[in-house]
């Protein structure tokens, strides 16, 4: 196992008070238990470790040795350190992705901006529920089993496309459970264990998981893809790109739609995050589809909204829909029917909420790029016109081992390796500026601390581009 791979399993397990050996002893027990550590596994040796999680090596020797007098580790040398015991059970591989991780760990005095989303519902959502209680209690001769949603809201879905230029039918959208299961179907539907994934350098962690869940291989180009090669599948943000908020240009579209066509390679335009540029800013080009009626689109109320309300959607052609459909009814039968009844009144009234939100956002870009300019001068900082996240370049270093580092100040961001299918940006790391004002003033201060007491390893951590060609 490579000390990233291993680094990013543990999560935030430095972020609790008491020695670092107990601490890590303790998170490196519980995978273990868990079976998230087979038995048999090798353990990046302790130097190497101790690199990754920013640490000396003394603390990686002494939970190591303390696992193994519990008998959990076996250590040798000459041989390493391997996970001791038959193992209970075969388990399937599951995420080691920062970005999911952070979102299964408790609560800490750990200001989290590893995760771009919305921390709080706004009161629209409140009223949306208000408005659909007397509809869903006249509801009679429907069991609410739909899986391509709620005639309403794909309706709301269909006229909000419309409205951007790209004609669409209902029976064109499927309803998803946000934008993240909207990307395993398609995963599921149109890729086979070893398929060839066409994937920006950087990307959207989740599109990466996604495709590994199914076994396909990621290849990758450079933001905004460029000219489409054969493939099972081409996966682009376009518009305010995650993590370096990159927009396409209208030229730019064209000729990506127009290679894919070529190609005769599936397009994916996630579209998650294109309704959040700043206000005083240019709009974006048109959605891809609007360039080509093939091209599957990909949104979401969860950024512009709340995630927790769980609505996504897929807009593609009929037929496609129908398979995803079919898909999609032999996991969960369909989705939450009030929440869809509240999201297509949200749609209807999406714009004013929309406004708002993007003024906050830039608002607390500006705050978030005063801040590290006055306190981290020396890192390379581009200002974004929308979206959720910075793209940072550190000037010495790398973005797991300094991520380590900020995590014991109390600051979750994530290092660049996790979103890019090569193993690369390794210099870089992703932040979110989704917060208030006195959060990311507070975590920008916690993050310069953390700069001045980080010694880079002597070798960058990298991940191993298994999964890239």
């Known amino acids: 196992m490579e000390p990233i791979e291993l680094a990013d399993r543990l999560g935030r397990w430095s972020a609790d008070r008491g020695p670092m050996y107990l601490l890590l002893a303790r998170r490196l027990r519980t995978l273990i238990d868990d079976g998230e550590l087979r038995a048999g596994t090798l353990l990046p040796p302790d130097r190497r470790l101790a690199k990754a999680l920013a640490v000396g090596r003394g603390t990686v020797v002494a939970a190591y040795d303390l696992l ?13 350190t391997r996970v001791a015991g038959p193992g209970a059970l075969p388990a399937g591989e599951t995420t080691h992705s920062p970005a999911f991780l952070q979102l299964l760990e408790p ?17 629209e959502v409140v009223q949306a529920y208000q408005h659909i209680l007397p509809e869903l ?17 794909r309706t709301a879905i269909a006229d909000r496309y419309r409205a951007r230029g790209v004609p669409t039918d209902p029976a064109q959208i499927l309803v998803t459970g946000g934008g993240q299961q909207a990307l395993s179907l398609l995963a599921r539907a149109l890729l086979r264990p070893g398929d060839r994934v066409l994937v920006e350098a950087p990307t959207y962690p989740g599109a990466l998981e996604a495709f590994r869940e199914v076994a396909a291989i990621p290849r990758t180009g450079p933001v905004g893809l460029g000219t489409i090669t054969p493939a099972a599948l081409a996966y682009v943000v376009a518009t305010y790109q995650n993590p370096t908020g990159a927009v396409l240009s209208a030229l730019a579209r064209r000729r990506l739609v127009e290679s894919a066509r070529a190609s005769r390679v599936p397009l994916v335009d996630d579209e998650v995050l294109a309704e959040l ?38 807009r593609a052609p009929i037929p496609l829909i129908a398979r ?5 009814a032999v996991h969960d039968l369909g989705g939450n029917i009030p929440a869809q009844l509240a999201a297509a009144r949200l ?13 906050q956002r830039k608002e607390s870009h500006d705050v978030l790029g ?12 581009t200002p974004v016109t929308g979206g959720q996240t910075l793209w940072i370049r550190l000037p010495e270093g790398d973005g797991t081992s300094f991520a380590q580092r900020a995590l014991r100040h109390g600051v979750a961001i994530l290092p660049g390796t996790g979103l890019d299918a090569t193993g690369g940006s390794i210099d870089y790391i992703r932040i979110s500026f989704v917060a208030d004002a006195a959060t990311l003033e507070e975590a920008t201060s916690r993050l310069a601390a953390a700069w001045r007491g980080y010694a880079p390893p002597d070798q960058p951590s990298s991940a191993p581009p298994s999964l890239a060609v």
Do not use: M, N
């Open 68 to 80: 193994s007098g519990e008998g959990r580790v076996v250590r040798r040398q000459g041989s390493g």
């Open 107 to 123: 609560d800490a005095d750990v200001i989290a901006l590893a995760c771009a989303a919305p921390t709080t519902p706004p009161p």
């Open 137 to 153: 209690a006249a509801t009679d001769g429907d069991i609410g089993y739909r899986p391509t949603g709620h005639p309403l809201l």
């Open 277 to 314: 540029g700043f206000p005083g800013t240019d709009p974006p080009p048109p959605p891809l589809a609007a360039y080509d009626e093939s091209v599957i689109s990909l949104g979401s109320l969860s950024k512009i909204v709340w995630g927790g309300l769980r609505v996504g959607w897929v």
């Open 324 to 328: 995803l459909a079919r898909l999609r």
């Open 347 to 359: 749609l209807r009234d999406l714009d004013p909420l929309r406004d708002r939100i993007t003024r």
């Open 370 to 381: 005063a801040a590290l300019a006055r306190l981290l001068p020396e890192w390379e900082v």
